[in-house]
């Protein structure tokens, strides 16, 4: 693949927001005749690449699957270096993010991670809270169907105090009960390994989400293949359900 450069993206065309499946951790390490947590702790230099060459071209919010609800049924060992990785990740890198002006957020049951990840997490969103560059957000313990549900439970709540209607629920009024409800849907979806599944994430949000497959193992991923993925996202035309005629000015 010849390299992409940072120069042919139109900057006035930029997504705001990106989410990203990294995948092939696992495949990684084996193609290396390492364990699977080999591929986990490799990955960390193509998550520090993609959030800075993200901040740099001025995306606004950047979602990162990092750990669903699934992966819960791994086996122990891998869970558990995932979440000791997860805490000394986020402490390594607090400082660098803060220093780059990124803002640290989260989505999915972070109630159900380890105390220690809990503790770490709002450690560096109270940290680097005030920043106004780059929204890192991390979908920790995050389902989609989880999501929608827990929305559903909310709102069925509020109806039954009598706070609200059902004849006033609509999409607007739904999206206000979800994890990224202060933030706007993802223009495009990247999922790296060149497995074609959307495997559980952000179900509501991508309803018109552009969808960019890299045949690139998630440890191997750089910012090349991130401008990649946007300069392909700039060449498409986004309908919105219309027919070109109607889109075009």
């Known amino acids: 693949m010849d390299v992409v450069k940072k120069d042919l993206i139109d900057p ?20 290396q005749g390492a364990m699977r947590v080999f591929g986990h702790k490799s990955a960390i230099k193509a998550v520090r690449d993609t959030i800075e060459a ?18 819960w049924k791994r086996p122990q060992y891998e869970v558990n270096t995932l979440m000791q990785l997860l805490v000394s990740t986020i402490n390594k890198e607090v400082k660098n993010l803060h220093q780059n002006n990124v803002r640290l957020s989260s989505i999915g049951e972070v109630n159900t991670l380890p105390s220690e990840c809990q503790k770490g997490l709002e450690k560096a969103i109270e940290f680097t809270k005030n920043n106004t560059g780059l929204n890192l957000i991390l979908a920790l313990s995050y389902s989609g169907r989880s999501e ?89 035309e986004r309908r919105f359900g219309l027919t070109s005629e109607q889109v075009k000015p």
């Open 148 to 236: 929608i549900i827990r929305a559903t439970q909310k709102i069925a709540q509020d109806i039954q105090k009598g706070t609200v209607q059902p004849e006033e629920i609509d999409a607007d009024y739904f999206e206000t009960y979800l994890d990224t409800k202060d933030i706007p849907d993802p223009e495009l979806i990247i999922r790296t390994s060149g497995e074609m599944r959307i495997s559980n994430f952000l179900l509501w949000q991508i309803a018109y989400s552009e969808i960019f497959i890299s045949p690139i193992l998630w440890p191997d991923f750089r910012r090349e293949h991130l401008y990649e993925a946007i300069l392909d996202y700039q060449h498409r």
């Open 54 to 71: 993200a901040g740099e071209l001025g995306i606004k919010h950047l979602t990162l699957y990092a750990f669903s609800t699934e992966n």
């Open 12 to 31: 006035n065309k930029l997504p705001q927001h990106i989410a990203i499946i990294m995948d092939g951790n696992g495949r990684w390490a084996k193609k």
